[in-house]
């Protein structure tokens, strides 16, 4: 059984930075897409990033993060990561990855379209 656990949230003040971990086991890390989504208080589900199997292509964001956050993985270490800089109040939420089926017929920013997730690392940005 595929198995994800998010790590590396917290408090931080605005403008500062995280860097989220997202350590996969019970399958063969390289075969899956990873994708980041999060979740804040009374919204919906979010998309935010998305890698391909073997982080080669140019990752996929929600708009609105072009350029603060950034996707990444180490096959070497089962690792998916979010390096989040820049941060504003409104990036608070509870941040969770997950494992795509590109097969699933939903887009690949759909939440539906993933399974696998992990518990959530909370993300808190103070102004």
């Known amino acids: 059984q595929v198995q994800l656990v998010e790590s590396g949230g917290g408090l931080v003040q605005v403008g500062g930075s995280l860097k989220l971990s997202c350590a996969f086991s019970g399958r063969t890390f390289s075969a899956y897409a990873i994708g980041w989504f999060r979740k804040a208080p009374g919204k919906e589900r979010e998309f935010v990033a998305r890698?391909?199997?073997?982080?080669?292509?140019?990752?996929f964001y929600r708009d609105s993060l072009q350029g603060r956050f950034s996707i990444s993985r180490d096959n070497t270490k089962n690792t998916v990561y979010l390096q989040m800089t820049n941060l504003k109040p409104e990036d608070t939420a509870v941040y969770y990855c997950?494992?795509?089926?590109?097969?699933?017929?939903?887009?690949?920013?759909?939440?539906?379209?993933?399974?696998?997730w992990g518990q959530g690392t909370q993300v808190t940005v103070s102004s």
């Open positions: 997950a494992t795509d089926r590109p097969r699933i017929a939903y887009r690949s920013d759909d939440p539906r379209r993933y399974n696998n």
């Open positions: 890698i391909s199997q073997s982080g080669g292509g140019l990752p």
